[in-house]
């Protein structure tokens, strides 16, 4: 079978959509340790029985539904290639969102900052890749997606540190951080989506939350103001249509400068705000 023959077949396989069109070349990459570059200048180069046979198997994942992050093992977040398994979520491009925001904030050359449910570690990773400066802490409740996190800091040579905590359980309160950002679980016990696409592979614990969604949410709006300076930050990743909720929730607790921002798709993805500043006698 040639690369391109390849190709054709696993298209074939999957379907002719365009996703289907991206996962062929993504796994056939993979099998060959190569780029789609190389893919298509030369289609007529031979697949060895090995990677004939790992490539069919691939397909056949796929076909099955498993996501291609974890066929793969990888996925890309702010162009770093990070390590993926089942413990966690997969990170996705909306995602990027709350690391673009976070840098476009007027923060210390040496800010603190608190990742919330880090998972991969992705969002803490990006931050720090891009703010060398910042002394970044990421927690997840999860010890198999610690250790997750952990491999792809040493992996990619970023300092950031990685701990196990159940929200701020087990975070220092001392000293404060100038921000803490999470993507924390939202989507609601009964969202149909839940039983389609990769989420079937993916912790429903990284997902669902209760009180539709906005539990942890709450929980994260309440507590951080124990952890914040004043006029630190706050940043949210919500659901399509929790970003007015989310908003309430601020400014119920008592948060200033609260703010929607979009993601790629013009979707109100990112809320946040600043804890007011006490006041002095």
Known sequence: MTLQQAL????????????????????????????????????EKQLNERQQKQYQNCIAARKQGQPVAHITG????????????DSTLIPRPDTE???????????????????????????ALALKS?????????????????????????TLGLDVEILCSSWFDSVPETPLFDLIISNPPYIDAADPHLVSGDVRFEPHSALVAENNGLADIETIIKEARNHLVDQGW???EQGWQQADSVLELLFKSGYKKVNHWQDYASVERVTGGT????ERD
């Open 8 to 43: 054709i077949w696993g298209r074939q396989q999957l379907g002719q959509s365009e996703d289907a069109h991206v996962d062929v070349f993504v796994l056939l990459c993979h099998v060959l340790d190569k780029d789609k570059a190389y893919l298509l200048t030369w289609p």
């Open 130 to 154: 891009e703010r060398p400066g910042w002394q970044v802490l990421a927690c997840d409740n999860n010890e198999e997606a610690v250790e997750l996190a952990r491999r792809n800091s040493e």
């Open 97 to 123: 969102t709350l690391v673009e925001v976070a840098l476009n904030l007027e923060l210390p050359e040496k800010a603190r900052v608190l990742d919330l449910g880090t998972g991969t570690g992705a969002i």
């Open 74 to 85: 990888h996925r890309e977040f702010w162009s770093l290639m990070l390590e993926v398994n």
């Open 275 to 278: 804890k007011a500043r006490a």
């Open 234 to 236: 706050l940043l949210l």
